[in-house]
C-alpha cells in the first residue's frame, strides 16, 4: 500500500502524515506515530491497556526478524472488518492513538525541578 493509499484509509477519520521507513511506512496524527504498515498490512499502536482488545479481535502483533530472532512489536494488526466499517476504524484509531500518547508521555521527561544546591 502506498503514502496515498494509506491517507485514504484514513480520510474519514483524522488526516494522517505518512513516512516511509524500514520498507514500509509510519502513519501518524501530528508528530505521533499511532499504526505501521508494512506488506500491505496495517499495524496500530497497542499497550497493556489495549492488547486485550486486539487478541479478542483475533489480531496479531507486528513480528520482525534480526538475525533469526523474531521479535514481536506493540503494534498489532488492524481487525479486517475496520477496513470496512468507518466507526469500527475511528474506534480502532482512537485506541491505537491513545495508547501511543501514553506511550510519548512516558518518554517525556518530567519536568526540570530545581533542587537547591548545598552551599
Known sequence: ???DGLREVFA???PVR???MFGGHGIYDGEIMFALEQDGEIYLKADAESEGRFTAAGSSPFVYSRGAKPFAMSYWRLPDAALDDEDELR?????ALAAARRAASALRPRGSRSR???R
Not at 91 to 95: Q, V, Y
Request: glycine share 0%; aromatic share 6%; hydrophobic share 45%.
Open 1 to 3: 500500500m502506498d503514502a
Open 12 to 14: 474519514n477519520v483524522l
Open 18 to 20: 505518512v513516512r516511509r
Open 91 to 95: 474506534e480502532w484509531t482512537a485506541l
Open 116 to 118: 537547591s544546591r548545598p
